[in-house]
């Protein structure tokens, strides 16, 4: 609620009202206290519900700074990872269809900053020939490391 004011200031704003109200009411029919109970019973609910509003808006940064601190964590960890397997013979899943092809990873390389690895593997070809190639793996992929 920008532009209206702090809780503070409306509550100043509503007891010099009530204050006026009560200064200016004809003493023949004094105001009706059960619409006056009502009117601070409506606005002691405003107030909590403002209160609850800015504790919300207290977790929600809260939430968004841990999201941020564990995917920057979860990050570091991919890469450790990834460069752990450096040199390392792994099984992957060459293709949708999850063919597996055994390789060695070769270097990493970042797509949407998340770590690929280079695997150079032997397949063959349609003429069966056999062919060194390399697959770009995402950690996710890989099925074993060779001991």
């Known amino acids: 609620m920008q532009g209206i004011g702090s809780a503070g200031e409306q509550r100043l704003d509503f007891m010099m009202l009530l204050v006026e109200e009560l200064r200016n009411q004809n003493p023949l029919e004094p105001m009706d206290h059960q ?19 800015a504790n919300l808006e207290t977790i929600n940064a809260m939430i968004e700074q ?3 601190s564990f995917k920057g964590a979860m990050l570091v960890a991919e890469l450790d990872y990834a460069r752990s397997l450096l040199d390392q013979e792994v099984t992957f899943k060459a293709d949708e269809n999850g063919r597996l092809l055994t390789g060695t990873v070769e270097s990493i390389h970042f ?17 069966g020939q056999t062919e060194r190639r390399s697959f770009p793996v995402q950690l996710d992929a890989i099925t074993s490391i060779a001991k």
Request: charged content about 25%.
């Open 35 to 53: 619409q006056m109970a009502a009117q601070l019973a409506q606005f002691s609910q405003l107030e909590e519900t403002e209160k609850m509003n």
């Open 66 to 68: 841990m999201d941020g």
């Open 111 to 127: 797509v949407s900053g998340r770590p690929v690895l280079d695997v150079e593997a032997e397949v063959v070809d349609n003429q």
